[in-house]
Every structure is written in structure tokens, then in C-alpha cells.
């Protein structure tokens, strides 16, 4: 009978040993944390959406109380006093829960909001919240599954957007005025400014006045002035620049 042949014990076969084992404690530890990590998010997300849907539930409540003021039946003098003292929520809270009714819910024949609009319904108040500083076109651009997070970045980069178009507004009135004063300039000295309506470019008038009854005096040239490009421009508008 052929003799089984021992492994040789090295202090370099017991680390090896030793770091297997540490490796499968590891995968065991991760793969567990995994499991219990899925578990809690899950409770958190369920638990997550029954809150949003109690603060719905509460934002149509005062928004109710508000709108009838019922607050009145316990002698409060407005909405802020009654939730202040009932659920010490802020005025901030208050007139946010508010003002998503007023945007984004249905009126019932009671006259009082009964729930969201269809296109709002998957939208937690967290994120209604968000969305009421935004404008109709900038409604149009969200989507449910974005996170409040992203909510929020859409309403900074949209807000970037507007500098950029008053920057490029305010150089043009810049560039307006300069044009206004080299003309200016040039008049001989102690002249008259003149008060006449000039075309500065193909989308620009100026009328030019130094007092402001010379300006009303030119009413009259003004609207005609006015009205003609209207014909053509009906998107035209009027703007005052004073130089000094």
C-alpha cells in the first residue's frame, strides 16, 4: 500500500492558508452587507413614499383650511398662526405646501384642491417643492424619475442661462449709450440736445431729450413712431435708458 505523501508545513503554506481564509470572510462580510444594505433601502424607499404621500396629504389639508379659513374657528388670525401652533411648521413649509396646490392640484366642485394633476401625480411634494420656482417651459423639460438633486440642477443651470441672456442684454444697452453719448459729443457746444426720434440700427429708435418736458412734448412722435414699427414688429417693445 503506496504511502500518502504529507505536504511539507511552511510558515509560507500557513500565510497562504491564513489569507484564504481572511479572503472568504471578506466575500461572506461584503455579500452580506449587500443583503442587509438592499433590505433597508427598500424599507427606506417604502417608508419614503408613504411620507410623501402623508406631506401630500397634509398640503391639501391646509391648503383647505387655508382657502376657507377655517383657521378662524379656533380664533387664529391667519394660516402661519394655526400651523405654527398646531404643527410648528414655518411659514416657509406653510406657503410651500400652498402654493403646490395652487400650481399643481385639482380643484373639486367644493372648491377645494383633491389631489394632483395627472401629468404631477408621480411627483413627490420634495420635489414639487423644487419645481415651483420653475417656468412653463422649464415644466416641460422634467421627467419623474429625476431625484430632487438633479431637480435642483436643472433650476442652477436654467438660472445660469438668464445671467447670461441680462449680461448680453446689459453690454447691448452699454454699447446703446456709448453710441448716445459720442453723438452727443460731438454737438457744438451748448447746443440743444436734440429731440428727435433717430433709427440707431434696423432694431433700435432713440429719443433723445434733456429735460422731461421735452420728452412728453414728444408723445405724439413717440406712438406714431411706435406704431409704425408695430406694423411690421408686432413683438417690439419700449425701453428708457437714461445717460448720464
Not at 423639460?141 to 440642477?153: D, T
Not at 422731461?212 to 419700449?238: C, R, S, W, Y
Given at each position: ?12 503554506s ?12 471578506t ?13 433597508f433601502l ?5 417608508a ?38 398646531k ?16 400650481r ?37 423639460q422634467v421627467e ?45 457746444m ?15 429708435f432713440?429719443?433723445?431729450?434733456s ?30 435708458n437714461?445717460?448720464?
Amino acid at each position: 500500500m503506496a504511502k500518502t505523501e504529507k505536504k511539507e508545513i511552511t510558515a509560507k503554506s500557513i500565510t497562504e492558508k491564513l489569507q484564504d481564509v481572511e479572503e472568504k470572510k471578506t466575500k461572506a462580510q461584503l455579500a452580506n452587507d449587500k443583503r442587509l444594505y438592499n433590505k433597508f433601502l427598500k424599507q427606506i424607499d417604502t417608508a419614503y413614499g408613504k411620507a410623501e404621500k402623508a406631506y401630500l396629504d397634509i398640503a391639501i389639508a391646509i391648503h383647505s383650511i387655508y382657502k376657507k379659513e377655517l383657521y378662524k374657528v379656533e380664533n387664529f388670525k391667519n394660516i402661519y398662526d394655526f400651523v405654527k401652533e398646531k404643527y410648528n411648521y414655518s411659514r416657509g413649509t406653510c406657503n410651500k405646501y400652498i402654493n403646490i396646490c395652487e400650481r399643481f392640484g385639482v380643484t373639486g366642485e367644493t372648491g377645494t384642491v383633491v389631489g394632483l394633476q395627472d401629468k404631477y401625480a408621480e411627483y413627490g411634494v420634495s420635489k414639487l417643492g423644487v419645481m415651483l420656482c420653475f417656468p412653463d417651459n422649464l415644466l416641460e423639460q422634467v421627467e419623474p424619475s429625476m431625484s430632487v438633486r438633479a431637480l435642483k440642477q436643472l433650476a442652477e443651470d436654467y438660472q445660469n442661462s438668464l445671467s447670461g441672456q441680462r449680461q448680453a442684454i446689459e453690454t447691448e444697452n452699454e454699447q446703446m449709450i456709448d453710441t448716445v453719448i459720442g453723438d452727443t459729443e460731438e454737438s457744438a457746444m451748448n447746443e440743444p440736445v436734440s429731440t428727435d426720434v433717430e433709427v440707431m440700427n434696423k432694431s433700435t429708435f432713440v429719443c433723445q431729450a434733456s429735460t422731461m418736458n421735452e420728452l412728453l412734448g414728444l408723445q405724439e412722435v413717440m406712438e406714431d413712431t411706435f406704431k409704425d414699427i408695430l406694423k411690421e414688429h408686432p413683438q417690439a417693445k419700449i425701453r428708457v435708458n437714461i445717460v448720464y
